[in-house]
Nanobody, 123 residues
């Protein structure tokens, strides 16, 4: 069982940066792949980034590639999403998720979810 709690969201101007954290409970977190997803009002939840269990492999949505960086610290059982050069279209609730095995791009393939943290980017 893994429980996830996101933090770090907030209001930022376009071009600014935020760092989201995903604190996990459970010693098995280090064996889980982790993903970040986001959901804007009226839209489906979409993939943002994912990282494998060791942190050696990462993947990004085209819309955030080069601006966002996903990472994890298994000793601290915490994952991160560094978001730079934020745009108004990045405004959404951001969720971290975990799954056993490799990372996936589809939300329903993740077993565990956090409650989400709101990111609002003003123009």
């Amino acid at each position: 069982q893994v429980q996830l709690v996101e933090s770090g969201g907030g209001l930022v101007q376009a071009g600014g940066s935020l760092r989201l954290s995903c604190a996990a409970s459970g010693r098995t977190f280090s064996s889980y792949a982790m993903g970040w997803f986001r959901q804007a009002p009226g839209k489906e939840r979409e993939f943002v980034a994912a990282i494998n269990w060791s942190g050696s492999a990462t993947v990004y949505a085209d819309s955030v590639k080069g601006r966002f960086t996903i990472s994890r610290d298994n000793a601290k059982i915490t994952g991160y999403l560094q978001m730079n050069s934020l745009k108004p279209e990045d405004t959404a609730a951001y969720f971290c998720a975990a799954r056993s095995g490799g990372y996936r791009y589809i939300p329903r393939e993740y077993e565990y979810w956090g409650q989400g943290t709101q990111v609002t980017v003003s123009s």
